[in-house]
């Protein structure tokens, strides 16, 4: 079991974000009191109460200070119950990564970063317009490193606008020799509501052709590998297992809680996400109620949901399991499953399937197959 926390704010709106966030503090004290008021309110949501890992997300949950986080890490230190040793991670931006707000993230009990650097050239930084330099990135990842925290994850971006593949292979080698455990690496997509969207409609940007894409994703994952990373989720590496537990429990459908705007929760049963709106969500809040939608799961979307986040990993997908709590449209998918395994793109292995190294690439194409409506 874990729990999200959702941080709406942000210095600046970067150019490719699709995530809700507002870039004001106008709204923070409100904000505090609402998701005190959450974190009450739902106390009953999940049946067990201890929780194995905390994810501070935004948004830029660094931009906070020490007092705001802290109101929020005791509220929810008085409501659940945590479990030793349990992971708790933060989100940072490279410019907070100095020694006032790391001690106090480290007395808050954060043990794993999450630092969104994206690039390692400041050209490209000031095209998505983030707020950091390639040296803040750099110099900041390594004091962390020397203040003691040995679970530190980054973000890279593939497909930024005029991102050569010499470039990105450089991101990549860039960051192998930070003391980084963890790191994520994601295909550039154009969402909703975004600069980048807007500059696509005016003609002012394209995505790269998806075969280009593609083919940067294959030589980053190839080189990962040689520099000793594994493999273990579409677009996240690891050295020496350390995996991230929190975002490992969604692809494992572990129930979760979240609290603030646009969060979601999971209880194995339904789906429900609060309303991505900061105003109405306090609104609501300051009158005892939560403003969200929910959706209640069918066994056909418990099925779908279980093929789509267990072919993300290197685990896969359980025969054993199909064929019992699945066994209807098990029977709807087998031809496909077969198929795939004769090309390569599905390996079995101890009684799991999983995508091959090469299948990443048709990832989306073989979850589509494999799903039923």
Partial sequence: MGIYVHVPFCRSKCFYCGFYSVASLKLKEAYLGAIEREIVVR?????????????????TPSYLGYGDLERIVRKLEENYLFAAGMERTIELNP???????????????????????????DEQLKRINRTHSARQAMDGITFAAGMGFDNISMDLI???????????????ERASGLPIAHLSVYMLSIDLNTVFEHMVKRGEFRLEDEEVMAGRYQRVCERLKELGFEHYEISNFARNGRY???????????????FGPSAHSYDLYSRQWNTANLKTYIDHLNEGMLSFEKEELKPVDLYNEYVMTSLRTMWGMEKQKLEGEY???????REQVRKYEDSGDLIKEGGRWRISEAG?????????DLFVV
């Fill in 43 to 59: 106390r009953g949501y999940l049946q067990q109460q201890e929780m194995h890992t905390l994810y501070f997300g935004g948004g």
């Fill in 95 to 121: 410019e907070d990564l100095v020694p006032e707000k790391l001690q106090g993230i480290k007395d808050l009990g954060f043990n794993r970063l999450s630092i969104g650097v994206q690039s390692f050239s």
């Fill in 158 to 172: 593939i497909g930024l606008p005029g991102q050569t593949e010499a470039e990105l292979l450089d991101d990549v």
């Fill in 244 to 258: 991230s537990r929190h975002n490992t429990s969604y692809w494992q459908q572990k129930s979760y809680i979240g």
């Fill in 327 to 333: 066994a209807e449209f098990w029977e709807q998918v």
């Fill in 360 to 368: 990443w690439v048709i990832s989306d194409t073989i979850l589509s």
